[in-house]
């Protein structure tokens, strides 16, 4: 098998990641798109650690999956408080910021 | 063609699909539901790569836990369970055009760096080899990440609750 048939396959689960984060309004859609972009960095750091012979490639998509799962936690816990303050989790009407 | 390449097609087509389907459906709920068909095409490509002990961490983390945080996400933030047509903002030609871009300078120096290099195979990476690794090279960052898990642990906690 060939290296660049698991980096094209990340690359592309990344870029739909990236349109994901660019085009959805719906704050939940949203972190599913990053869910897509952590997964296509995990793919990457597996097949350098199996093309290179070692096992810190999957040590690292260990600690980035971890990683992940504590960013959905506060991610959701931060969305279910703008719902509750807003009644909203459309990502559009965030703009109390906006002068 | 061996068969570890067409078993490599056949996933990987499914995921472009349901990938695909995760940013364009306009249901919430099968977006959720297609990202299940993504995260365990991602387990099967960790199997291809003789990455078992990751492969079976990737089912039990995100299939089992993310997932279903999703859902109850998608539940308590009381999403409309049918179809809605208004999930996406007014950007959508222009975010579609920065994956463009993205996916072809991505794609364009890997092509550059990496055309022709092949997977060798030569032992399998057992469990107790990514245990050792984890316990000996990367023992700091294993407690830092501990400590991480515990802290956003308690701030979602503080976050969520209602005082």
Not at chain 1, 62 to 91: C, M, Q
Not at chain 2, 153 to 158: Q, W
Request: net charge neutral; charged share 10%.
């Amino acid at each position: 098998m060939y290296l660049n048939q698991f980096l094209f396959l990340a690359a592309f689960l990344f870029a739909v990641g990236v349109y994901g984060v660019l085009a959805r309004k719906n704050g939940v859609l949203v972190l599913m798109s990053i869910e897509l972009i952590l997964n296509a960095v995990n793919i990457n750091l597996v097949a350098f650690g199996t093309f290179n012979h070692t096992v810190a490639g999957q040590v690292f998509a260990l600690f980035v999956i971890a990683i992940a799962a504590a960013e959905v936690g506060v991610g959701l816990a931060i969305v279910l408080l703008i719902y509750r303050n807003k009644r909203s989790i459309d990502l559009t009407e965030m703009d109390s910021l906006k002068g | 063609m061996t068969a570890q390449n067409v078993a490599f097609g056949i996933i990987a087509a499914v995921m472009a699909f349901a990938a695909i389907r995760v940013v364009t459906t306009t249901n919430v709920v099968r977006a959720a539901l297609h990202l299940v068909v993504v995260l365990a095409g991602v387990a099967a490509n960790y199997v291809l790569l003789a990455a078992e002990f990751t492969a079976v961490v990737q089912v039990l983390v995100y299939i089992g836990a993310v997932v279903v945080l999703f859902l109850f996400g998608i539940m308590l933030t009381r999403a409309p369970i049918g179809r809605i047509a208004d999930l996406d903002n007014d950007q959508r030609w222009l975010a579609g055009l920065v994956a463009l871009l993205v996916l072809g300078v991505l794609v364009g120096t890997l092509n550059d760096q990496w055309a022709g290099d092949k997977i060798r195979f030569t032992q399998p990476q057992t469990s107790a080899e990514v245990g050792d690794s984890i316990f000996q090279t990367f023992v700091i960052p294993f407690e830092v990440v501990s400590v991480l898990l515990l802290a956003a642990l308690v701030g979602a906690i503080v976050l969520a609750r209602r005082d």
